[in-house]
C-alpha cells in the first residue's frame, strides 16, 4: 500500500457542465499556495494543456481502459509524489466510459482504483429541486464510488443557489459552491473544438486567470483541500514502469515535433522513451528550419496541421530536412497529425491544397465530420514499434481521411472496436516508418518504447 497526495475528482453528471472550467480555476487558485499536479481522465489533449499553464506543472493523462491497471497507479504515484495536492478532471459523465453496461475507462473506475473522493459539479442553469434528484442518483449508483460534495455550476440568482442548495444538501451531501452564469467564461474554441493551450497564450492565460478568481471567490476551497485529504491508499504495483533501465547518458536522441500544429502526446509515452535510453529534444516543424542535431530518430505526434498548413508548406527549410532523414531510412514513428504531412498535400474544408511531404502516396483532405473512439489494434508486420501479432491499444479521433493512398501499402494494423465488432485495415510501414492515425499509448505495452529506441540504435550505429 502507498500513502496517496490529497486527490479531489472533479467530475459531472454529463459532458458541459464547466468541469473543465471549474478543475482548470481550482488548479490555478490552489497553486498559488500548494504545488497541484494536474490529471485528466481519457484520451484528451486539450484540457492537460490548460491544467499545465494553471499549475505550472505538466498534466497528465489517466485512462483505465488504455493502460493496464497497475502501470495506471504507478504512473499516478511517480507524478503526484512531490505534490502537495492532486486535482483530476474527470471525462463525459461520471459514470460514462467504454460501453454501457460496465465502468471500463470511466471517471468512476479511476476514482475508484485511486481511492480518492470526487466533487460532483451539477449545472443547475434550468433546475432547482431536481439538483438533489441528481445529487442522490449519482451518490446511490456505485455505492462503492465516494462522492464527497457537489458544485452548482450557472446559477441564475442568490435564490436560485439557496434552493438548488437546499435541495442538495436535503439528501445529505454537502453543497461547496453556487458559481454564477457567465457567458463570457468559456474555453476558447474553433470550429474543430477547442484551442490547445499552446496556442493564442495571451487569452488563455487571461481565460485561466478568470478561472481562478472565479473559483476563489465562490467555492469553499478550505472544505475542497479537507475532502482530497479523505484520499485512501493506493495498492501500488510493486514495479517503477519509469524508473530509467540505464544508469548512464541516454543512448540515442529523438527528434519531437511540438509548436501550435503538434501537440498531442501523451507526456507516459515520453516517460517509456527516456526510461529505455532516450533524450527527448522537441523542435518546431513551423518555426525552425532544421532538425535537432545529431537525432536517431523522429516521432510526429498528432495536432491541428490543416489550421498550419500555409505555415508548414513554406517552411521548405524543414520539409528538406525531414524528406533526406526519411530518405535516410530513419526510425520515425507518426501518428495522426504525424501522418497528414506525410502525404502529399493537405486539402481543406474549402478545397485550397498545401503541398506537404509526398512521402506517402494519396492526400488528407478534411470532412465536416469526426471520426473518432478508442481502438485496439493488432500488428499485421514488423515496424519500429511493433512485433507481428502484438496488440496495443489507443484512440482515433481526426476529421480528415486519407484518400488515394494506392493498394500497395503495407498496412500497419487490423483495427478491433467495440469487443472487435468491427475491424479493419489502417495506417502504413514503410521501411523503419509507422504511420497511422491510431494514437498508441505506450503504457498499453511499454515494449514499443524500448523497441523504437533499440532500432534508433540500430539506426545510429550504421550511419556513423
Known amino acids: 500500500m502507498v500513502k496517496s497526495t490529497p486527490c479531489i475528482v472533479i467530475a459531472a453528471p454529463m459532458s458541459n457542465s464547466g468541469k473543465s472550467t471549474l478543475a482548470t480555476g481550482i488548479m490555478a487558485a490552489l497553486s498559488q499556495e500548494w504545488i497541484v499536479q494536474g490529471f485528466k481522465v481519457g484520451p484528451d489533449y ?41 486535482v483530476i478532471e474527470g471525462v463525459m459523465g461520471l459514470y460514462d466510459g467504454y460501453d454501457a453496461l460496465s465502468e471500463q475507462g470511466s471517471t468512476a473506475q479511476l476514482a475508484k482504483l485511486l481511492n480518492a473522493p470526487i466533487l460532483l459539479v451539477i449545472d443547475v442553469g434550468k433546475m432547482a429541486r431536481s439538483a438533489g434528484a441528481i445529487a442522490l442518483g449519482f451518490r446511490d449508483f456505485d455505492p462503492d464510488l465516494r462522492i464527497g460534495g457537489v458544485i452548482c455550476n450557472n446559477v441564475a440568482s442568490e435564490n436560485h443557489a439557496r434552493w438548488v442548495t437546499q435541495a442538495i444538501e436535503a439528501v445529505g451531501m454537502p453543497v461547496l459552491g453556487c458559481v454564477p452564469r457567465n457567458q463570457a467564461l468559456h474555453i476558447p474554441e474553433r470550429h474543430l473544438g477547442l484551442h490547445t493551450a499552446i496556442e493564442r497564450q495571451e487569452e488563455i492565460k487571461a481565460f485561466i486567470q478568470q478561472a481562478g478568481e472565479l473559483v476563489k471567490q465562490h467555492l469553499d476551497l478550505e472544505q475542497l483541500v479537507s475532502i482530497a485529504g479523505t484520499v485512501g491508499d493506493i495498492t501500488a504495483a510493486p514495479v517503477d514502469f519509469t524508473k530509467s533501465t540505464t544508469e548512464t547518458k541516454p543512448v540515442v536522441r529523438i527528434g519531437v515535433a511540438r509548436d501550435e500544429s503538434f501537440s498531442f502526446y501523451y507526456e507516459d509515452n515520453f516517460d517509456y522513451l527516456r526510461a529505455a535510453g532516450a ?15 545529431d537525432i536517431a530518430g523522429i516521432y510526429l505526434g498528432g495536432g491541428y496541421p490543416e489550421l498550419y498548413a500555409e505555415q508548414l508548406c513554406r517552411n521548405e527549410g524543414m520539409l528538406t530536412a ?25 486539402v481543406s474544408l474549402s478545397g485550397d491544397a498545401y503541398p506537404m511531404l509526398g512521402v ?11 471520426r473518432l473512439g478508442y481502438r485496439e489494434v493488432t500488428a499485421q508486420q514488423d515496424s519500429p514499434l511493433l512485433k507481428q501479432n502484438e496488440t496495443i491499444r489507443g484512440h482515433e479521433f481526426h476529421y480528415s481521411e ?26 502504413v510501414v514503410m521501411g523503419n516508418l509507422l504511420a497511422s ?19 534508433c540504435v540500430r539506426w545510429q550505429n550504421q550511419t556513423t
Open 279 to 293: 533524450e527527448i529534444v522537441f523542435f518546431s516543424p513551423i518555426h525552425n528550419e532544421t532538425l535537432p542535431e
Open 360 to 370: 506517402l502516396p494519396g492526400y488528407t483532405v478534411m470532412r465536416d465530420r469526426v
Open 46 to 86: 486539450i484540457d492537460p494543456g490548460y491544467h499545465t499553464v494553471a499549475s505550472q506543472r505538466i498534466s497528465r493523462n489517466l485512462d483505465s481502459w488504455m493502460v493496464p491497471h497497475d502501470r495506471l497507479k504507478q504512473s499516478y504515484i511517480n507524478a503526484s509524489k512531490d505534490a502537495d495536492i492532486v
Open 402 to 427: 486519407w484518400v488515394e493512398q494506392g493498394t500497395d501499402l503495407c498496412n500497419a494494423y487490423h483495427v478491433h472496436t467495440r469487443k472487435q465488432e468491427t475491424m479493419w485495415q489502417e495506417g
Open 437 to 455: 492515425y491510431i494514437h498508441l499509448h505506450f503504457g498499453s505495452l511499454p515494449q514499443v518504447a524500448t523497441r523504437f529506441v533499440e532500432q
Open 322 to 346: 525531414l524528406r533526406e532523414a526519411i530518405q535516410s531510412n530513419i526510425p520515425l514513428y507518426a501518428e495522426c497529425g504525424g501522418l497528414m504531412i506525410l502525404t502529399e498535400k493537405i
